[in-house]
T-cell receptor, first 115, second 115 residues
Framework: GNSVTQMEGPVTLSEEAFLTINCTYT??????LFWYVQYPGEGLQLLLK?????DKGSNKGFEATYRKETTSFHLEKGSVQVSDSAVYFC??????????????FGKGTKLSVIP | DTGVSQNPRHKITKRGQNVTFRCDPI?????LYWYRQTLGQGPEFLTY????????KSRLLSDRFSAERPKGSFSTLEIQRTEQGDSAMYLC?????????????FGPGTRLTVT
């Protein structure tokens, strides 16, 4: 079956530090890959996505590249801000037998950025 | 676009009682998903509707759980004879397929506490 493994948290960084959150996946088909973010007290929001190998998703200074050879989709940001403090979820979507394209999520990585 | 809404936002109930949650998807979204998220974990897929048809159910969805989507609009998730293990955040998401994009938009969730 499908699975997503992401870096255990929590991660604490100083403002303007470089961020990497590792994510690897196992899938039976050719999944689309996503990073979702959950800010305190809010719902899940899509941060970025990539739908095929070598695609790079980017948004709000965050980037992730779909690496089929290493089955990875690591999230990076060059300079984090306090407002980036949130829980980050890596997820994949693959066509199931019933065609639901349900999302399979990792456990989440809590990021805290201190001034 | 008013986003996905869920009601109630919080529900506290005693073990053995029945509860019902409502999800209103983004209008014109024909796909609707329910997920469950427990503390420290990523969301897990429960069930999926395309229009009014429930096309897939996870093994997590025991026979105490039932979901409906009459007329392909809003959806309800009912849990009968609640157990303490049902305490979780219940998330609803909707999507629409223009081309190959199955991006899912999440509601804020309903937090259930079973005492």
């Amino acid at each position: 079956g499908n699975s997503v493994t992401q870096m255990e948290g929590p991660v604490t960084l100083s403002e303007e530090a470089f961020l990497t959150i590792n994510c690897t996946y196992t899938a039976t088909g050719y999944p689309s890959l996503f990073w979702y973010v959950q800010y305190p007290g809010e719902g899940l929001q899509l941060l970025l996505k990539a739908t095929k190998a070598d695609d790079k998703g980017s948004n709000k200074g965050f980037e992730a590249t779909y690496r089929k050879e290493t089955t990875s989709f690591h999230l990076e940001k060059g300079s984090v801000q306090v407002s980036d403090s949130a829980v980050y979820f890596c997820a994949l979507s693959d066509q199931s037998g019933a065609g639901s394209y349900q999302l399979t999520f990792g456990k989440g990585t809590k990021l805290s950025v201190i001034p | 676009d008013t986003g996905v809404s869920q009601n109630p936002r919080h529900k506290i109930t005693k073990r053995g009682q029945n509860v019902t949650f409502r999800c209103d998807p983004i209008s014109e979204h024909n796909r609707l998903y329910w997920y469950r998220q427990t503390l420290g974990q990523g969301p897990e897929f429960l069930t999926y509707f395309q229009n009014e048809a429930q096309l897939e159910k996870s093994r997590l969805l025991s026979d105490r759980f039932s979901a409906e989507r009459p007329k392909g609009s809003f959806s309800t998730l009912e849990i009968q004879r609640t157990e303490q293990g049902d305490s979780a955040m219940y998330l609803c998401a909707s999507s629409f397929r223009p081309g190959q994009d199955y991006e899912q938009y999440f509601g804020p969730g309903t937090r259930l506490t079973v005492t």
